[in-house]
């Protein structure tokens, strides 16, 4: 047998609410993937776009199963890419489930559409490299579901080759230990602004400093609990050797589970070819501006017990980048022509990163709001991406504090 | 107070003490380590201390002022020029100076004024005990261009080291060093904080007479603590601040900080980090003054460090050149090298071409340096004497240039030209057979026909292009035949003593290079150490020992009925 998917049970209670007469309804299937296993943690529905349901006389939002012909390989797209945006690193879209009356696997013709839509969710995802929106296996997932005759089919599509193989899925409680990492990345940049300013330049600036960054983390050496680990060790390994430092057991503590989280942290070479390319090493030029790019954005990413120090490092690096292409990619959309360069000073914020708990795990996904934004709009967009409605509760919005509420010191 | 049992002195510090001047004093460098003292160096005293100081900061900061010396027979001098010393550095001078007076003669040293001995170790027992560490870090400072603003950059970079947020990263055994505890300590090997310097490097590299350099990559975290009472978790944003006032000028400087740390082998991977770190910020401050003294002077270009081991030195000296500033506008600066550390002024010891060779991680495809090392001659009862300094072996075939049968006098030139650039007098590139037939034209020596032919040259046009390219004259001797090569001998001894320069000699059709002789003046035996440019295989250093491409021949190696010619090649004394 191949290769085998776990999913957490309560994923079978949510698909079993669609029982389309006929056609397919249509999600995506979200988790992280691993050697032997992939962990889902998230089933969710691709909501049929406005149009196409005005098309077919249906009322907004209805829920109803639509032919594999009829499911637009571009909406698809579209959804899969807004999810990507808003999972941590090392969590992608795995591929698609379909729940149905008639096994879509049965049917060549079908197949081959299934592999055209993937190809396409592919290919978008990988137009942003920044967003490491496509998932590191050439093999992309179709779950087949039939919830009248309690019925679970699943194959492993490979997209570089032919081969589609039937892939094992189980729905199981507690299915996975998920360990947490956090970080907080120093961002402390400065760039002199060579014309008068535009939003033009702010927005190319901010696309150099987000290429600078992104490099800066990717060449970075990376520690977990302050340890350098080889690639191939496993990330559980760092919780046995920190038992073994402290050399106390604690016994009756009813503290049987250990505190999984890791701090990561990365350290950048000083290395590398300058920009500077004048002969005397120096360029000079006349600056019009000074534009400050600083905070801490805040980074987690949640592991399997099997991943090794390679896969989480990468997952945090991963998360680092994605995170701040997102908002910077938001905020570049929200910039417009300010008529206030007459005053000293502007003071740009990008949107803000919140957390939003999964049920039934303590992983979680993004979001991003903008200043004046509350909870209730993270809820909003999350059901919308993730089809699911959740609790005020649920929305984590500490993470990272508001610039706002930062006091600047005078330059 | 830290007890000595033992005092080591480089024997080229005891060498340097003879030529010092009447009245001299100064101060000692040296290093400590488990109870023995190593006093590798010197520095002289002047009127001006602050000479002396810029001179300390060419050191690494792992070799300080460990003691004083005076010329005179009273000791008091040097512990006067001590206690200055201490006052200047503000105490950053050792405990227990080691006090030597009467230098230049009959060496007396005390410690804590009991009188006591030393022992005069060679470079390469120095090279066996020490290592250096060669800590890097290339980044481009973004500021306005202005003393105020380069200082503040520099002082944010410092914040961050000083805070501990770097690493360094020694690719020798995969070592990754973040403070000096255990935890922080990772690498392949089983190394930890209690493992010795001398694990941290293989077996092949301890042989060798030179010191062993590990490299050491500097890192900078860019992650923050979650464990400080700061808040750091905040969102990324922009401020942007206007110029209303009209523009002002940029700057982006690109620098490389690239520190040299001397350190026992015996020490402690532990003690690793934080003297690295030391070395860091103090080459960070040496960058940083050139950036502000080229402001002062209103250029800016970038501060490049260079590393400099000379023969007659026993450690690095290290120094930074503005890189726009040509050689001949630091001569001020190369002079107070010279003169603080004792060297003779009567040749360059300090310029660009001379910076120590690292050996690279690439396979160096170039031509082979000193190819002669090792070789001995064996005249009984013989003066030796050596082409001094280094040279590069040019042979036929060379630089992808098909020149076999022609080009044995050009490539002999090439040699010497390699030997002026080496020992610092030129900066000018080795020229080629073409550059070299140029210049023959434009001097009037040849017709223009001549660029491009493969006409051989002699020794005179050898002489012409030395003093028309370097401005180097040369001597021109003679020999009616081979056997009387022979009798040259007192005249190339007298040669290489005085210039050391590899001499050209063209004979018949061929052309060789000279680099030493052995002779007997008594039995008038000699022998020629000869390096033969009609070699035409790879630079491969078996090959070329070997099968004699370079090596010692007798009076027989001279075709006897051949008239031949020498260029002795004179060295400019003086010229720093």
């Known amino acids: 047998m191949g290769k085998l998917a776990v999913a957490d049970e309560h994923l079978w209670q949510y698909c079993k609410q669609f029982n389309p007469p006929k056609g397919y309804v249509a999600g995506l299937i979200v988790g992280q993937p691993s050697k032997a296993t992939d962990y889902v943690v998230r089933l969710g529905r691709i909501p049929i776009p406005l149009s196409v349901l005005k098309e077919h006389g249906k009322k907004p939002s209805e829920v109803y199963g639509l032919s594999l012909a009829e499911i637009n390989e571009s909406w698809v797209s579209v959804h899969a890419v807004d999810v990507t945006k808003m999972l941590h690193g090392g969590m992608w879209v795995l591929g698609l489930f379909l729940i149905g009356q008639s096994d879509p696997f049965e049917n060549q013709q ?75 990345l120093d961002v402390q940049h400065v ?14 600036e901010l696309k150099m400093l987000l290429d600078g960054i992104s490099k800066q983390v990717q060449e970075s050496v990376c520690t977990l609990s302050n340890q350098l680990l080889g690639p191939d060790e496993l990330v559980e390994n760092i919780f046995k050797k920190q038992k073994g ?64 120090v390679e896969e989480a490092c990468q997952a945090v690096k991963q998360d680092i980048i994605r995170s701040i292409y997102v908002r910077l990619n938001m905020h570049s959309d929200s910039l417009v022509e300010d008529d206030d360069s007459g005053s000293r000073e502007t003071f740009h914020e990008p949107p ?23 909870p209730e709009d993270a809820l909003n967009s999350f059901q919308e991406l993730f089809d699911l409605k959740l609790e005020i509760d649920d929305v984590e919005l500490d993470v990272e504090m508001p610039a706002g509420k930062i006091i600047l010191n005078p330059c | 107070m830290p007890r000595i049992s033992k005092v080591l002195v480089a024997s080229d510090v005891i060498d340097r003490f003879k030529d010092l001047k009447d009245a001299a004093c100064g101060s000692l460098l040296g290093h400590f380590h488990d ?56 105490a950053k001078c050792f405990g227990s100076p080691l006090l030597l007076s009467n230098v230049r003669d009959d060496i007396q040293s005390y410690v804590n004024n009991v009188q006591t001995t030393f022992e005069t170790v ?102 923050k603590d979650f464990d400080q009472e700061d808040i750091h978790n905040t969102v990324p944003y922009v401020r942007q601040i206007r110029r209303l006032i009209g523009p002002f000028q940029s700057a982006k400087i690109c620098v490389t900080i690239d520190v040299m740390t001397l350190v026992h082998r015996t020490s402690s991977v532990g003690s690793l980090f934080s003297v690295l770190k030391n070395s860091l910020l103090h080459g960070m401050s040496k960058v940083e003054a050139n950036l502000v003294s080229q402001l002062a002077s209103d250029s800016l270009s970038a501060p490049e460090i260079y590393h400099f081991l000379p023969a007659q030195s026993s450690f690095f000296i ?124 434009k001097i009037g020596d040849k017709p223009s026909s001549f660029v491009g032919s493969r006409q051989w040259i002699g020794s005179t046009e050898v002489s012409f292009v030395l003093e028309s390219m370097l401005g180097v004259s040369s001597k021109i001797l003679t020999a009616s035949t081979g056997e009387e090569v022979g009798c040259l001998g007192s005249e190339l001894h007298y040669h290489f003593q005085t210039h050391g320069t590899p001499i050209m000699i063209g004979g018949g059709v061929l052309a060789h290079t000279i680099i030493g002789v052995d002779y007997n003046r008594s039995t008038g035996e000699i022998k020629f150490l000869i390096l033969d440019p009609h070699y035409t295989g790879g630079e491969d250093l078996g090959v070329i020992t070997g099968k004699g491409w370079v090596g010692w021949k007798d009076v027989k190696f001279w075709t006897k009925n051949a008239f031949y010619n020498l260029c002795l090649p004179l060295r400019p004394v003086g010229d720093i």
């Open chain 1, 110 to 184: 079908n197949c081959s559409r299934l592999r055209t839509i993937l190809r396409h969710m592919r290919t978008e995802l990988k137009k942003i490299p920044l967003l490491y929106g496509d998932s590191p296996s050439s093999e992309k997932i179709v779950l087949y579901m039939n919830p009248q005759k309690n019925l679970v089919a699943c194959r492993s599509i490979d997209l570089d080759g032919s081969s589609m193989r039937p892939m094992d899925w189980k729905f199981q409680k507690n299915a996975v230990s998920w360990t947490q990492i956090d970080s907080i």
């Open chain 1, 191 to 204: 760039v002199h602004l060579k014309k008068e300013d535009s939003s033009k330049q702010i927005r190319n």
């Open chain 1, 245 to 308: 430092k402290s050399g106390k057991k604690t016994k009756g503590g009813g503290d049987d589970e250990p505190n999984k989280n890791v701090i990561a942290n990365l350290y950048m070479p000083l290395t590398g070819e300058s920009s500077v390319k004048s002969p005397s090493g120096v360029e000079v030029n006349n600056g019009y501006g000074i534009f400050y790019f600083v905070g801490g954005p805040v980074s987690r990413v949640f592991v399997n017990q099997k991943a090794t």
């Open chain 2, 122 to 223: 060679s470079k390469s027992q120095l090279a066996s005990t020490f290592v250096y560490f060669r800590s890097k870090a290339e980044l481009t400072i973004k500021s306005e261009r202005s003393q105020q603003y380069i200082q503040i950059a520099f002082d944010d970079l410092r914040k961050k080291v000083l805070s501990e947020d770097v690493a360094f990263y020694i690719p020798s055994k995969n070592v990754f060093l973040s403070g000096p505890t255990n935890e922080k300590i990772f690498g392949g090997s089983g190394i930890t904080a209690d493992s010795r310097v001398k694990d941290l490097y293989s077996q092949s590299d301890r042989g060798s007479k030179d010191y062993a350099v590990l490299p050491s990559q500097v890192h900078l975290k860019m992650t």
């Open chain 2, 318 to 441: 290290s120094t930074v050149y503005a890189k726009t500033h040509p050689d001949v506008d630091l001569r001020k600066q190369r002079e107070q090298l010279h003169q603080t550390f004792g060297f003779p002024l009567d040749q360059p010891l300090f310029r660009r071409s001379q910076a120590y060779q690292f050996p690279s991680g690439s396979s160096n495809s170039g031509p082979l340096r000193n190819p002669h090392d090792g070789l001995n001659s064996g005249v009984k009862g013989g003066q030796v004497s050596l082409v001094k300094g280094q040279y590069n072996y040019h042979h036929y075939m060379q630089d992808r240039f098909d020149d076999n049968g022609w080009g044995c006098a050009y490539r002999s030139l090439q040699t010497i030209v390699s030997w002026f650039r080496l020992q610092g007098y030129t900066e000018k590139d080795v020229p080629t057979h073409k550059q070299i037939q140029e210049c023959l034209v």
């Open chain 1, 352 to 374: 803000r990163r919140v957390m939003i708990k999964l049920p039934a795990t303590n992983v979680s996904v993004s979001d991003y709001l903008y200043p004046g934004e509350g």
């Open chain 2, 35 to 90: 109870d023995t003292l190593a006093i590798v160096g010197f520095v002289i005293s002047d009127q001006e201390n602050s000479t002396c100081q810029n001179s300390l900061k060419c050191t690494s900061t792992e070799i300080r002022v460990c003691g004083a010396f005076t010329v005179d027979a009273d000791v008091q001098k040097a512990e006067a020029c001590f206690e200055m010393m201490s006052k200047l550095q503000n």
